[in-house]
């Protein structure tokens, strides 16, 4: 088992940046897959990116490539996703998400999120 907890979201003027933060407790951090999901009004939870355990690997959904960038710090058990050139499409609830095995926009969904943290960006 492992405990999500998010926090850095909030309001941001398109252009802008925001980073995130998410820090575990549990189990042993540097044992999973890290990963961020986020979904918006209406729309299904969406794939953002994600970080293998040793955080040498990166993925991120075409949406956000070149903007958003994953990386974690296994000393502090905390996962973090750096937000920039935020545009009003990217307002959503974010998530963080953990897993043994692997996380991506075609498997199956993460087994543990955290509660989520707001984003909103102002156009």
């Known amino acids: 088992q492992v405990q999500l907890v998010e926090s850095g979201g909030g309001l941001v003027q398109a252009g802008g940046s925001l980073r995130l933060s998410c820090a575990a407790s549990?189990?042993?951090?540097?044992?999973?897959?890290m990963g961020w999901f986020r979904q918006a009004p209406g729309l299904e939870r969406e794939f953002v990116a994600a970080?293998?355990?040793?955080?040498?690997?990166?993925s991120y959904a075409e949406s956000v490539k070149g903007r958003f960038t994953i990386f974690r710090d296994n000393a502090k058990n905390t996962v973090y996703l750096q937000m920039n050139s935020l545009k009003p499409e990217d307002t959503a609830v974010y998530y963080c998400?953990?897993?043994?095995?692997?996380?991506?926009?075609?498997?199956?969904?993460?087994?543990?999120w955290g509660q989520g943290t707001q984003v909103t960006v102002s156009s």
């Open positions: 970080i293998s355990r040793s955080g040498l690997i990166t």
């Open positions: 549990g189990r042993t951090f540097s044992g999973y897959v």
């Open positions: 998400t953990a897993d043994t095995t692997s996380i991506s926009s075609r498997g199956p969904l993460p087994s543990y």
